[in-house]
């Protein structure tokens, strides 16, 4: 069974930073490209950032472009989303998926 358990939101000030994690299991992680998506409210789902199984390709969306930053640990069945410079317009629950799987999602919030 596939399992994709995200964490690491919160609130945070517009210019902090934040760095989710995705623990995956059921499925061999090391073989996938992993992605990110968010959904803010009231929005459709946003594609955000990809990156290659063994981690050395990345894309990302033009509205997180310089910063956010996509990463993987292959070791320990992990995703990664290093938030900086965040605007309120990032504000939305993150998700990370593979293929049609995605988790329960983490609450990032961008308040002063």
């Known amino acids: 069974e596939v399992q994709l358990v995200e964490s690491g939101g919160g609130l945070v000030q517009p210019g902090g930073s934040l760095r989710l994690s995705c623990v995956a299991s059921g499925f061999t992680f090391s073989s996938y490209d992993m992605r990110w998506v968010r959904q803010a409210p009231g929005k459709g789902l946003e594609w955000v950032s990809v990156?290659?199984?063994?981690?050395?390709?990345?894309y990302y969306a033009d509205s997180v472009k310089g910063r956010f930053t996509i990463s993987r640990d292959n070791a320990k069945n992990t995703l990664y989303l290093q938030l900086n410079s965040l605007k309120t317009e990032d504000t939305a629950m993150y998700y990370c998926?593979?293929?049609?799987?995605r988790g329960q999602g983490t609450q990032v919030t961008v308040s002063s």
């Open positions: 998926t593979h293929e049609n799987y």
């Open positions: 990156i290659s199984s063994g981690g050395d390709i990345t």
